[in-house]
């Protein structure tokens, strides 16, 4: 990537993962998996103030790509609408989709589901039934850092998609144990959050959150 865009002379700023903004079920505190509900009100407005704040930073996006399920898509049109990205086109990845859990997907995080989901993060070879385990879902979500190594005309890329995605990819480069990291049930960033990639002089990658989600003017954000 070329000098100019260098923010930090120790590290240097490769790309983005945003977090979608919030559906009703993020509100009423449901797992989502691959359920496709819209973005709320809350969810709307806060990928605008996403964009709006995109809108404002250097260096400036140079694509984005998102999950195809619809909150993302949603939140990357909207993003796209605020920071004008170098790239005019959207770029919908269905590997960006979360963990595919079908067994928990839509319902409540109930503490005995919550110990359920935890004894499939414990074994994460085991596959959930009509779904995918956990390492085969952290190996396809591994293409995040394909799209982050590949910047469109030298800058930055954006990813949209959710918690589990930003989860996993934060074990994969700071190697953060199990008992640490639980994809879907661990929030990194909340909806409609953002974290930044960087890389060092040693080519070894950081994640930064740095937006713990936007803040809206309705008070169900809270």
């Known amino acids: 990537m070329p000098d100019d865009i260098t923010l930090d002379p120790s590290r240097q700023l490769i790309g983005w993962i945003s977090r979608h903004g919030q559906t009703i079920l ?3 505190g449901c797992w989502r998996g691959w359920e496709n509900p819209p973005l709320d009100e809350v969810g709307l407005e806060s990928a605008e103030k996403l964009g709006h704040w995109l809108s ?4 400036r996006v140079g694509r984005i790509v998102c999950s195809d399920l ?3 898509v949603q939140t990357a049109e909207i993003i796209m609408q605020g920071c004008n990205p170098e790239c005019v086109y959207l770029s919908t990845d269905p590997n960006l989709r979360p963990w595919n859990i ?13 110990a359920l989901l935890r004894g499939f993060i414990a074994n994460p070879d085991v596959v959930v039934p009509d779904g995918e385990s956990l390492n085969q879902f952290r190996d396809r979500n591994d293409v995040i850092f394909q799209y982050l190594a590949v910047p469109y005309k030298g800058l930055p890329t954006l990813v949209v998609a959710h918690t589990s995605n930003i989860v996993a990819a934060m074990r994969r480069i700071t190697e ?6 639980d994809e879907e049930v661990d929030d990194i960033v909340g909806p409609g959050g953002l974290v930044a990639v960087y890389c060092n002089s040693q080519g070894h990658l950081d994640i930064v959150p740095v937006l713990e ?7 169900e954000a809270s």
Do not use: H, M
């Open 26 to 28: 993020n509100k009423s």
């Open 56 to 59: 404002y930073e250097y260096p």
């Open 70 to 72: 619809t909150r993302a």
């Open 102 to 114: 079908p067994l928990f997907a839509g319902k409540e995080k109930t503490p005995e589901r919550v």
């Open 176 to 181: 953060i144990n199990d008992e640490t990291s």
């Open 213 to 219: 989600a936007q803040p809206v003017s309705t008070p």
